[in-house]
């Protein structure tokens, strides 16, 4: 089952809480697609249509869910996009929001993100809803 891991890749802090997410899902049996490591860093145009490749056509269209790390002050335009067309897809999607209450984030986050997609508040729920998700293949509030 190929869980793929979404999230903004700008700085290291940002990768490392990705790859935290991709431990917690190897640990539940996913396999992963982490775009930073799977396909790599976009350092040039010349980089731009491998990694769309990579990213999209090879990897998100044969995800079984989407995993969004929403935390930070805006989502990052890759991510929104990644999770407007799983949603697009019937590809389920969790999303994980840790730093702040939805209540708090609900003015940049949008209302379209926060009703497409069960958010957890913590990893200890994600993990939850993940073992949820292996078990029903649906994505649910916990």
Known sequence: MLAYIAGRLTNEEERKRLEEIDILCKNLGFETFLPHRDAG???????????????????????????????????????????????SKGIPVLGIKTDESLEEALPYLSAILVASMPIAKSI??????????????KVQSV
């Open 41 to 87: 860093i976009v350092e040039g145009m010349q980089d731009v249509k491998r990694i769309f490749e990579e990213d999209i056509t090879k990897s998100l269209a044969k995800s079984e869910i989407v995993i969004a790390l929403l935390d930070g002050l805006h989502v990052g335009a890759g991510t929104a996009w990644e999770l407007g067309y799983a949603y």
């Open 124 to 137: 200890e729920e994600a993990e939850r809803m993940l073992r949820e998700f292996r078990e029903n293949k």
